[in-house]
């Protein structure tokens, strides 16, 4: 049973820090390139950051480049997503996704929620 399960979300102040974390099973982790989405109400769905399946490799969208940091650890099955220097606009229910690295399998988490406000 495939499960992507994100946990580390919460209410932090602007200019705070958070450290989202998304645990995997059920699937060869380390064949799957991993990314973090973000989605607030009435909006499409917004890719964050992605790292490769190896972890050679990351994008961040630009509206937070330089801020957050997205990394992997293949041997606990965890991708992970630090979040320095929050604003408001980046308050959204946070997603990560699985891809398969030679064919389209995909998967998703179920989401968590990251409100900044004072």
């Known amino acids: 049973q495939v499960q992507l399960v994100e946990s580390g979300g919460g209410l932090v102040q602007p200019g705070g820090s958070l450290r989202l974390s998304c645990a995997a099973s059920g699937f060869t982790f380390s064949s799957y390139a991993m990314s973090w989405y973000r989605q607030t109400p009435g909006k499409e769905r917004e890719l964050v950051a992605a790292?490769?399946?190896?972890?050679?490799?990351?994008n961040y969208g630009d509206s937070v480049k330089g801020r957050f940091t997205i990394s992997r650890d293949n041997a606990k099955n965890t991708v992970y997503l630090q979040m320095n220097s929050l604003k408001p606009e980046d308050t959204a229910v946070y997603y990560c996704?699985?891809?398969?690295?030679?064919?389209?399998?995909?998967?998703w988490g179920q989401g968590t929620q990251v409100t900044v406000s004072s």
């Open positions: 996704k699985a891809v398969h690295r030679m064919d389209t399998r995909h998967y």
């Open positions: 790292i490769t399946s190896a972890g050679g490799s990351t």
